[in-house]
């Protein structure tokens, strides 16, 4: 079973803060990165999947950083609004297919008015 | 388009009754999977399918049956319902399972098993 680690678990900002948080996975077989935001009550949805050592993909004020050889990923939030309050999920794929995804527990972010 | 859609978003079961989770996509995917989420832990994959007619067990599938006949539907079937079924489940889909394709999330279906 792969190891996928996400820090913190939770944390909470007051809006307009600017934060980011963790995935660290193996750094051998790797195919791909996903992270997905999931608010409650809703589905996840994805915001990025990342395949490249030094991919930077961008959403709006939602950015994500990948290091494949040293096995981490950063996601930055910036100017963070209590819209943003969800968990945010990455997952580490080993495999050429999506059945190789190991998800990590998530970080649970909630944004204070 | 209505992506992917899950019933029933709720279910209380008795130990030992069955039931069918269903879960439908119109985007033509051929990659089907199911997962559940337990407190404290990553989703984690139940049973998946590249295509029609072709299923495989994922980390999780012990009780638990899936079919896949056409490419629109992927049912999860609870054969005999246990109280370590009680979770929330997830069906997920993409184009053709590639690791660079992102996956679409149904609702979820919250399942207690009393």
Redesign the interface.
């Known amino acids: 079973i792969l190891n996928v680690e996400q820090s913190p678990q939770s944390l909470h900002v007051q809006e307009g803060d600017s934060t980011n948080f963790t995935c660290s996975f193996p750094s051998s077989n790797f195919y791909a990165l996903h992270w997905y935001r999931w608010e409650t009550a809703k589905s996840p949805e994805a915001l990025f999947v990342m395949t490249l050592n030094g991919d930077e993909k961008k959403k709006g004020r939602i950015s994500a950083t990948l290091n494949t050889k040293e096995g981490y990923s950063y996601l930055y939030i910036k100017g963070s609004q209590p819209e943003d309050s969800a968990t945010y999920l990455c997952a580490f794929n080993s495999g050429g297919s999506n059945y190789k995804l190991t998800f990590g527990k998530g970080t649970l972010l909630t944004v204070n008015p | 388009n209505a992506g992917?859609t899950q019933t029933p978003k709720f279910q209380v079961l008795k130990t030992g009754q069955s039931m069918t989770l269903q879960c439908a996509q119109d985007m033509n995917h051929e990659?089907m999977?199911w997962?559940r989420q337990d407190p404290?832990?990553?989703?984690?994959?139940i049973h998946?399918s590249?295509g029609a007619g072709i299923t495989?067990q994922?980390?999780v599938p012990n009780g638990y049956n899936v079919s896949r006949s056409t490419t629109e539907d992927f049912p999860l079937r609870l054969l005999s319902a246990a109280p370590s079924q009680t979770s929330v489940y997830?069906c997920?889909s993409?184009y053709s399972?590639?690791?660079?394709?992102?996956?679409?999330?149904?609702?979820?279906t919250q399942l207690s098993v009393l």
Request: proline share 0%; aromatic share 20%; net charge neutral.
């Open positions: 992917v990659y999977s997962y404290g832990m990553g989703l984690r994959l998946y590249v495989d994922g980390e997830f997920a993409s399972g590639k690791s660079n394709e992102k996956l679409f999330f149904g609702s979820g």
